[in-house]
Every structure is written in structure tokens, then in C-alpha cells.
């Protein structure tokens, strides 16, 4: 599988990567198999989080990857505290709470360092200065390789990307979600930063859901789209997922495409998908794209 490099952090991630919050935490082996054979067929990108299943997920994942541990690059987040009374959890983004949250992430991950550590959300009225202060002094002391954002807010960003050393952003991307594009690409683009993007099936509405409203385009709006996107299907015998993902890959700004499976079966049909991704050329784009209106990021600025 085709390595990326990541941003500015010297680090290279598969273009396929694993997202692993869908994995059952009640499920230790089946979840462990799911992990091997994913970096069997080649995927070296493993994404978690301490908010996933509380904790339960960071643990799973820990616990399956040590045999080939320093052959990937394990990514984790950042940000959230599970209440006490287990209903929910609390947005926690101070310096302080960073600092201690990692060294629990480092237990249930069974690893001393953690290759790219993500803030996990973030508002503009966040403490952003004492964040980054944080997430350079864990730097420093070895306990990660590098940081970055999981967030869909262009101003807040922004802010990291003027004041920060990150090295990606999370962001959801498809052929359906195409806000990136159209604000964020050439500010990304600019500072050497990567997209890790999720979302590149549109909740499956690329593939096999039934259609409906997505984002701000309306039913009949996403059917258009699944019409072009059909048509390049049929001429090319790729399957609909491949050509999605593909476009989304063919994104400069895009470092992985990161993918969540359950089951085995899901698994072994990403690897099909991940056999038949390619370049695709500017003519194919505009294919894909005829008849269909941009989209700007309209809330959760």
C-alpha cells in the first residue's frame, strides 16, 4: 500500500488507515484479528481515542498491536473526560488536563509514546496558547512524535495553524462533504499540514444506503452526485467505494483515508477496495463534480 508522508512530523502513514472506534471492545479477539490482518494487508495508520468506549478502545487496540508496534504509526486523542456517573462526558481542553490524560492513554495503549496525539474537538474559546504549550512539552519529553486536530471548525484551525506546529487535521471529506475544498485546502497546503480524513463513504450513501438529505444538499441533490459517480463506475469496473475514496486520495492536502470496520467481513472488503484505488485525472473530477454546487462550512465555526 502506497506510504504518505504526514504533514511536517517525518512521519509516513498508510493511504488506507484504520479507524478503530467502530471495533467491539466486548470482542477483545475478534477486534485483535481485525487489527492483524489490517496490517497484513498493509495498512500502518491506527487511529483511536480515550473518549472511545471509555477508555475500553485505546485498550483493545494497546493490547493487539504490540507485536508490530513500531512498524505503525498509532494515533490517539484528546479532550473529552467521561463523568464519573458514566452519562456522558465533559469537554476538559486546559494544559493541565492534557499532561495527565496522556500518561493514561500510554497504560491502556501499552506504549511509551504515542506517534501522533490529536486535540479532540476544540472551540475558538479554548485556551489555545497553554494546548499548544501542552502538546509541545509532551513532545519534548519523548511521550509523542507529533500533534494534531480532529475538528470540522475553520477558525479554529486556523488558529493552530498560525500559532501551532501541528502536523494534521482530522476532518470529515467525500465526494458528499466537499467544504474542505473550497476553504481549507490552500491554508493547509501552506503550512505543510495533512488532512486525515474520515467520512469518505458519507455514512454509506457512496455505496448502499437508501438516499437522503446529506449536509445541505437535498435527496434529490445526492442522487445526482450517485448518478456521476455511476456512470465513472460503470467505465472504469471499479466498485463505487474505490472511485469514492480514490477522489477523496486524490487530494494533495489528504495524507489517509481513514475507514472504520467492525467486522471482518468490512475488513476484507476495504482490502478489495484498497486493491483498486488510483490516481484520478482532472477529467474523471469533472465527471464526478458536473451539475454539483459547492458547499461552505456554514456552522460550528
Not at 132 to 152: D, H, N, P, T, V
Not at 195 to 211: S, Y
Not at 275 to 299: C, I, M, P
Request: glycine share 6%; with cysteine; net charge neutral.
Amino acid at each position: 500500500m502506497e506510504q504518505r508522508r504526514l504533514g511536517k512530523s517525518g512521519l509516513m502513514v498508510s493511504e488506507i488507515g484504520l479507524g478503530c472506534m467502530s471495533l467491539k471492545s466486548n470482542q477483545p479477539k475478534q477486534s485483535k484479528a481485525i487489527i492483524h490482518k489490517a496490517f497484513d494487508s498493509g495498512i500502518t495508520f491506527f487511529d483511536t481515542a480515550d473518549l472511545y468506549d471509555k477508555g475500553q478502545n485505546e485498550t483493545v487496540v494497546g493490547e493487539s498491536v504490540q507485536a508490530f508496534r513500531k512498524q505503525i504509526v498509532l494515533a490517539s486523542k484528546v479532550g473529552n473526560l467521561w463523568r464519573a456517573d458514566g452519562s456522558g462526558w465533559d469537554w476538559k481542553a486546559s494544559k493541565d488536563y492534557i499532561i495527565k490524560a496522556i500518561d493514561g492513554s500510554l497504560s491502556r495503549l501499552k506504549t511509551d509514546y504515542i506517534d501522533l496525539y490529536q486535540l479532540h474537538g476544540g472551540t475558538i474559546d479554548d485556551p489555545i496558547d497553554e494546548i499548544i504549550e501542552a502538546f509541545e512539552l509532551l513532545k519534548k519529553q519523548g511521550k509523542i512524535r507529533a500533534y494534531g486536530l480532529s475538528s470540522i471548525r475553520p477558525n479554529v484551525i486556523k488558529e493552530f495553524l498560525l500559532k501551532s506546529a501541528i502536523s494534521s487535521v482530522m476532518m470529515q471529506y467525500s465526494l458528499l462533504d466537499r467544504r474542505l475544498e473550497e476553504e481549507m485546502d490552500a491554508l493547509l497546503m501552506a503550512k505543510d499540514v495533512h488532512v486525515l480524513a474520515r467520512g469518505t463513504l458519507a455514512k454509506g450513501l457512496l455505496v448502499d444506503k437508501p438516499v437522503e438529505p446529506y449536509l445541505q444538499y437535498s435527496s434529490g441533490e445526492v442522487s445526482h452526485i450517485l448518478r456521476n459517480l455511476h456512470r465513472i463506475v460503470k467505465q472504469s469496473g471499479k466498485d463505487s467505494a474505490a472511485e469514492a475514496i480514490s477522489y477523496v486520495l486524490s487530494n494533495a492536502a489528504v495524507a489517509t483515508a481513514v475507514v472504520g470496520v467492525s467486522t471482518k467481513l468490512q475488513l476484507d472488503e476495504l482490502v478489495h477496495t484498497k486493491q483498486q484505488l488510483a490516481q484520478l485525472n482532472d477529467v474523471d473530477k469533472k465527471k464526478l463534480l458536473d451539475g454539483v454546487r459547492s458547499l461552505y462550512y456554514t456552522e460550528h465555526r
